[in-house]
């Protein structure tokens, strides 16, 4: 889920704004990169099911999965289980896979039954090894489609997912934990996607109540991180005149600072940096500003200490946009320089670290630093991207005073978004940038 309320303009730009992969990160299974029909094929002819990672080169939890999760060699027993499929979903060439599995939570994981072309499991974001590998499983029993009791009635739960009926689904995963006997193996995985069902169906009152309930019994689990920042964030959603709001709130939070407070090893460092990005939010609609900044600076010290510790240059740029936005928060944006430049370096077809330099300069008020910046990254960039882009340069311009080139961007953008062919095009954006471009006069 996304985190845009403390500073929602910028974050909403920066927490997207992640590296594309690189060469480094071999992934230990057998994609198939961006070919649907030919995955297909295979997963038809080969009699197995079709795993599908629907990811975007801006997804910072794409990036984390593929750093840390499908380059791990555990994985490789499992490579002759599923065809595997990669989907760039910023590619023009994905579009028809869109419009058949819609996408939006990235990264989305699928598990697509081949002889009927329908998901039988989904899965939004990340998840460790060890939950991966849960899902492969449960993936793979959901295809034989002979569970029984209520094992089937997840497996109904995970069609319904699947198909994006998010209400259907969050009343057969509540009926699923409400039958499920002590120490059932799948209650971690369906109390995610029931608190996730419950958040896309628009019940966060549900969202926020469900995660409180479980996170007692999650709290030492790889999930404490994930639900503790999914029920905060729908709890700060609700309308301040709800009356469970401020408990639902005061308790989350709680249980928010205890997961950070006690580091440990099985929590991906992912859904951490998302949980703090959730407590910054909760000090906001608290109006605590010095909360607030501790919080900032304990995140940006989180995130520095793994950067630190990563192995690998593609490793290290997971996690330069979330250190990126913490340090713009801090109003410090200058700290950014160095590591984006060094990733710019390391990865010099990569469009992210020169959009995320832009937005560093930016924020320092160097314009035409921005402005340089925003040039390579345009010169690199995609599909949808590119439209988020161009808004960014668009501002860029207003904030230096030139409305006519902020004008002329905001056009460009307007053009790019009705130009993406369906699966990709979105008539609520392309709105969006119409009013936007109104308002900037030529």
């Known amino acids: 889920m996304t985190r845009a309320r403390l500073l929602p303009a910028l974050l909403a730009a920066l927490l997207s704004l992640a590296a594309a992969p690189a060469p480094e990160s071999t992934s230990a299974v057998p994609f ?231 580091p440990r090893a099985d929590l991906a460092a992912d859904d951490v940096s998302s949980l703090y990005g959730s407590l910054a939010n909760e000090r906001e609609d608290a109006g605590d500003a010095a909360g607030q900044r501790q919080v900032l600076t304990d995140w940006s010290a989180f995130l520095d200490g793994q950067a630190a510790a990563a192995k690998t240059p593609a490793a290290r740029t997971v996690f330069d946009s979330h250190r990126l936005g913490v340090y713009i928060a801090l109003g410090e944006p200058q700290r950014a320089i160095p590591m984006l430049k060094t990733s710019e370096k390391d990865f010099p077809e990569d469009y992210n670290p020169p959009a995320r330099l832009a937005l560093a300069y930016e924020a320092m008020k160097d314009y035409e630093m921005a402005l340089a910046s925003s040039d390579k990254a345009l010169s690199k960039a995609y599909g949808p991207r590119l439209v988020g882009l161009l808004v960014v340069r668009a501002r860029i311009h207003q904030e230096k005073g030139d409305l006519v080139s902020a004008h002329i961007a905001m056009q460009e953008a307007v053009r790019e978004a009705e130009a993406l062919p369906p699966g990709q095009r979105s008539e609520t954006q392309i709105a969006a940038l119409k009013k936007q471009l109104e308002s900037v006069p030529p």
């Open 32 to 262: 198939v990169p961006d070919d649907y029909g030919k995955a297909l094929a295979e997963a038809r002819a080969r009699k197995l099911p079709l795993f599908v990672e629907a990811w975007a080169p801006w997804c910072h939890t794409c990036r984390s999965m593929q750093a840390f999760v499908f380059s791990d060699k555990a994985l490789a027993a499992r490579a002759g289980q599923f065809v595997w499929l990669s989907i760039d979903t910023e590619k023009k060439i994905n579009a028809p896979f869109l419009t058949k599995y819609p996408v939006e939570v990235w990264p989305t994981l699928f598990v697509v039954d081949p002889a009927e072309e329908k998901a039988v499991m989904r899965w939004v974001g990340g998840a460790t090894v060890p939950q991966l590998e849960k899902l492969l499983d449960d993936g793979r029993r959901a295809m034989r489609g002979k569970e029984t009791g209520v094992d089937a009635t997840l497996a109904q739960a995970d069609r319904l997912y699947g198909e994006k009926k998010n209400a259907e689904a969050a009343a057969a995963y509540r009926k699923a934990l409400a039958a499920a006997p002590p120490h059932w193996g799948p209650w971690a995985r369906a109390t995610e996607s029931l608190i996730f069902t419950l958040h896309k169906s628009g019940d966060q009152a549900g969202c926020a109540a469900e995660a409180r309930e479980a996170f007692p019994k999650l709290a030492n689990s790889p999930s404490a991180a994930n639900v503790a920042s999914s029920g905060l964030d729908c709890a700060l959603s609700l309308d301040r005149g709800e009356a469970s709001r401020a408990d639902l709130v005061a308790a989350l939070a709680a249980d928010g600072r205890s997961v950070v407070a006690r």
